[in-house]
């Protein structure tokens, strides 16, 4: 690695390419070799590890890879694509260095590696920086300063995360770029974040016919919106006129009045109007013949 950052910064012990020339170099069969569970990059360029291996088949292994030990097994700590690449040539056993690393530390060293030789995709770096943060309880600007990138830069990536999963995949099976994807967190709707997305895909739309549409979608809803709280705001009004309107409860209880009288029963009815309110008393006979 080209600097020794984060020994200082987060605390991980390590040498120049992880590897110190002191430390003893030892043959690991490859079938006791396990894959990292920290590693932030999820996929592999099958390519490069065909070139790789071809390099291998040529040269040697120029630099061992670093390991860790796991019960009875081992873990990679860098060099994973090498580990693959002797994999694919067949080879039996791996020129490796075996160090001791806590969790914590197999996190960071995972991150700053491909950080550092920029083999991950936007979503598994957004990824990384998330994992990083909660593993070592930093803040976006305190890990921002420490990579040496602005807090914008490390916010906008994580942000991405918020994203549906369909979007993430587009991301880093790259048919839609990082500033699409930006534009699109524009959306509150999920509905409309990935029709908007099939149309660019689609349709090829750059960024800026992105936020084209994402600016019809925006203004489509305020429309819809506002709509949706005049009708709410008639019906309320309406509602309001009828209740308002005293004299059609009173009509509605002469009707009542009526009824019982045409059925042979007279009523005693006394009505009393106040300044506030209006009160009527009905009293029925209970013995009716």
């Known amino acids: 690695m080209k600097d020794n950052w984060s020994a200082k910064l987060f605390g991980v012990k ?65 060099g994973e694509r090498r580990f693959l690449a002797l994999k694919k040539l067949k080879k039996d056993y791996v020129k490796a260095i075996v160090k001791e690393y806590s969790d914590s530390e197999m996190a960071a060293l995972a991150m700053i590696e491909n950080l550092q030789r920029e083999n991950l995709n936007i979503i598994e770096e957004a990824r990384g ?37 369909e979007i993430k995949k587009a991301i880093s099976g790259g048919y839609i770029t990082e500033r699409h994807a930006r534009s699109l967190l524009k959306l509150q709707d999920e509905k409309q974040q990935l029709e908007l997305l099939s149309k660019i895909v689609e349709k090829s739309l750059n960024v800026k016919q992105t936020e084209e549409e994402i600016e019809k ?16 705001k008639r019906k309320k009004g309406l509602k309001r006129g009828v209740v308002k309107d005293h004299r059609i409860f009173v009509n509605t209880i002469n009707k009542a009045i ?21 009160e009527i008393k009905i009293s029925l006979p209970k013995n009716i013949s």
């Open 14 to 78: 390590q040498t120049e390419g992880y590897v110190n020339t002191n430390e003893e170099i030892i043959n690991i069969p490859i079938t006791l070799i396990d894959r990292s569970a920290y590693q932030p990059r999820e996929n592999i360029d099958v390519d490069k590890v065909n070139e790789l291996a071809q390099s291998i088949k040529t040269y040697g292994l120029l630099q061992p890879i670093v390991l860790r030990k796991a019960g009875e097994r081992y873990e990679i700590v860098a």
């Open 129 to 165: 920086y998330k994992k990083l943060i909660d593993e070592f309880n930093l803040t976006q600007e305190v890990l921002a300063q420490r990579l040496g990138k602005s807090q914008s830069t490390i916010a906008n990536k994580i942000r991405l995360l918020n994203l549906p999963e």
């Open 217 to 232: 979608m925006l203004n489509s809803t305020v429309q819809d919106n506002s709509k949706k709280t005049e009708d709410i």
């Open 258 to 278: 009526s009824a019982i009288r045409e059925a042979g029963i007279e009523p005693e009815v006394k009505e009393e109007n106040y300044e506030d309110r209006i």
